[in-house]
């Protein structure tokens, strides 16, 4: 017999996860707009009738800061993106107290194993996809395009990356992490084969973001039992977290900073160079309005003439923090920062807590989630401490 229940539970997952970052499904606005308030009516009508406590005082906080921006800025053309990233805390707060603990990652982690397997299979054909393009959609995206197969992207400028039906491969990385995290620290079945395809998944999307994710996964497995662990799994935790670290300054440009000192004239990498400049951006605007943030349109007035200055054109910076810190201001991002670093399994020691909230702060710290619902899910759950089972 067919659990409607259960069913329900995929299908609003499946919607959050297109809502985050699917682009080979086009989904028309006005259903987009009617399914987002239709469903936030009736969670937040659900989580009245149970007069829910936990997680009402962060809603709140969300609500007070979001509408502290929208009315002092003056925000009123992007009303609209202020409503859906309440209805993605309702969203978030309804699935934190109606879902059993640990169902949402465990539901997340099964649909992300069909879509790895999926694009994995795809990607092997990628040869054959490049010589079959004719009568397939055509999406563009920044600075590349995508042919859309509807179950794959193929890249139409970088075949060789694999990023499934997400907008880039650096997305299609982020969504792999989270699933993988999940299945590192439950024993779930099958946890090897599945480790070992989202291993396999990032490893073709050839994203930093990806290969940062892999070198996280094996701190945390030798980080989950450090009591048990001798100087050799110490010594390799220690040189795990430098290539970490190695990785990361050298995502953010600090390497490329110190050879401009040194060695004037040398060409840098565009992309890097791009993705700093935004994020400087991001931080310039913020300190302008730290406390509530200039709003949507007050950043996207203020990015292309300060953009100018640094000799980059630039819409919005591929960071979930800095983007949020100069739109909604700096107490925004710590709520948010607070409940995304609470994502661990309740009986872990303090060093796997500490390499987890680092891992969670570097996911999004490369692509900006800030209105996307699977980040505000994530927080909430962090903040209801239901991400996973009861010694999970």
């Known amino acids: 017999m067919l659990n409607l229940s259960k069913i329900n539970k995929y299908l609003l997952l499946v919607w959050i996860i297109i809502l985050s970052g699917v682009w080979s499904i086009s989904v028309p606005p006005l259903l987009?707009?009617?399914?987002?308030f239709t469903l936030s009516i009736y969670m937040l009508m659900k989580l009245c009738s149970i007069k829910e406590k936990r997680g009402t005082p962060i809603i709140i906080l969300f609500v007070i800061l979001l509408f502290f921006t929208f009315f002092l800025n003056c925000d009123f053309s992007s009303w609209?993106?202020?409503?859906?990233?309440?209805?993605?805390?309702?969203?978030?707060?309804?699935?934190?107290?109606?879902?059993?603990?640990?169902?949402?990652?465990d539901k997340y982690s099964n649909i992300m194993t069909i879509i790895v397997v999926i694009s994995l299979i795809m990607y092997c054909f990628r040869s054959f996809l490049a010589t079959h393009q004719t009568g397939f959609p055509i999406i563009q995206g920044q600075a590349v395009s995508y042919t859309n197969y509807f179950m794959?992207?193929?890249?139409?400028e970088l075949p060789d990356r694999n990023c499934a039906i997400f907008w880039e491969p650096g997305?299609?990385?982020?969504?792999?992490?989270?699933?993988?995290?999940?299945?590192?620290?439950?024993?779930?079945?099958?946890?090897?084969?599945?480790?070992?395809?989202?291993?396999?998944?990032?490893?073709?999307?050839?994203?930093?973001?990806?290969?940062?994710?892999?070198?996280?996964?094996?701190?945390m497995s030798l980080t989950m039992h450090t009591d048990k662990g001798g100087f050799l799994q110490k010594m390799v935790i220690g040189i795990l977290s430098t290539f970490i670290v190695l990785i990361i300054m050298n995502e953010f440009g600090i390497f490329q900073n110190i050879q401009e000192k040194l060695f004037t004239g040398i060409q840098t990498n565009a992309s890097s160079r791009a993705r700093n400049v935004a994020q400087m951006i991001d931080l310039f605007i913020a300190t302008k309005s730290p406390l509530v943030g200039v709003?949507?349109?007050?950043?996207?007035?203020?990015?292309?003439?300060?953009?100018?200055?640094?000799?980059?054109k630039w819409t919005m910076a591929a960071n979930t923090f800095t983007f949020m810190a100069a739109i909604f201001g700096i107490p925004y991002v710590l709520i948010s920062v607070n409940g995304i670093i609470k994502i661990y399994p309740k009986n872990t020691n303090v060093m796997f807590k500490i390499v987890s909230s680092c891992f969670w702060i570097w996911l999004f710290v490369t692509q900006n989630f800030v209105q996307k619902p699977i980040f505000y899910c994530l927080i909430f759950l962090g903040y209801m401490a239901s991400a996973f089972e009861k010694g999970g």
Do not use: P
Not at 204 to 211: I, P
Not at 303 to 308: A, C, D, P, R
């Open 171 to 219: 997305a299609f990385a982020v969504f792999i992490g989270i699933a993988l995290f999940y299945i590192l620290v439950t024993n779930k079945k099958n946890k090897l084969l599945r480790i070992f395809l989202f291993v396999i998944a990032l490893l073709t999307t050839q994203s930093t973001l990806a290969y940062t994710i892999i070198l996280f996964a094996i701190l």
């Open 80 to 105: 609209m993106s202020y409503a859906f990233i309440i209805c993605f805390c309702i969203m978030g707060l309804y699935i934190s107290a109606f879902w059993k603990e640990g169902e949402f990652l």
């Open 152 to 156: 794959y992207l193929y890249c139409r």
């Open 32 to 36: 987009t707009i009617v399914l987002n």
């Open 295 to 312: 709003g949507f349109n007050g950043y996207f007035e203020q990015v292309h003439s300060i953009g100018t200055l640094f000799g980059q």
